[in-house]
């Protein structure tokens, strides 16, 4: 559970049924993502060139559509580690996740 979340492990930007917390504001919960991962025209410059240079290599026309949304959704949680804060679990978590769908699915 993170401290973003109610007691009931729900994330705050989300409502709770068990607890009767509101969800915050678009402006509450961008706020909190900034915080978190920092100025977004800045994670958008990291995360495309990222991008940019996977479409540009010899076998991204080659990958499946999981394959290339995986790398991709890698690319987004890679921007954000590289420009908001590194230690934050669930970004590292996330990526693992992405690459274990393509892997079982190879398996």
């Given amino acids: ?9 729900v994330p705050m930007n989300l409502p709770c049924g068990a607890c ?8 509450q919960t961008l706020a909190e993502r900034g915080s978190r991962y920092g ?3 800045e994670h958008a410059r990291i995360t495309q060139a990222i991008k940019a240079a996977m479409a540009d290599s010899p ?4 990958l499946d ?7 991709e959704m890698l690319a ?9 804060d590194p230690a934050y679990h669930d970004s590292w978590h996330d990526i693992i996740g ?3 769908l393509v892997a079982d ?3």
């Avoid at 559970?1 to 492990?9: I, L, N, Q, V």
């Avoid at 559509?65 to 790398?71: G, I, P």
Wanted: charged share 20%; aromatic share 6%; net charge positive.
């Fill in 1 to 9: 559970m993170s401290t973003m979340d109610c007691a009931h492990g």
């Fill in 105 to 107: 699915r190879l398996a």
């Fill in 76 to 84: 987004h949680k890679a921007g954000r580690i590289l420009n908001g």
């Fill in 39 to 41: 100025s977004f025209a």
């Fill in 59 to 62: 076998n991204w026309a080659k």
């Fill in 20 to 27: 009767g917390t509101a969800p915050l504001s678009i402006d």
């Fill in 65 to 71: 559509a999981d394959m290339r949304e995986a790398l």
């Fill in 98 to 100: 992405y690459t274990k």
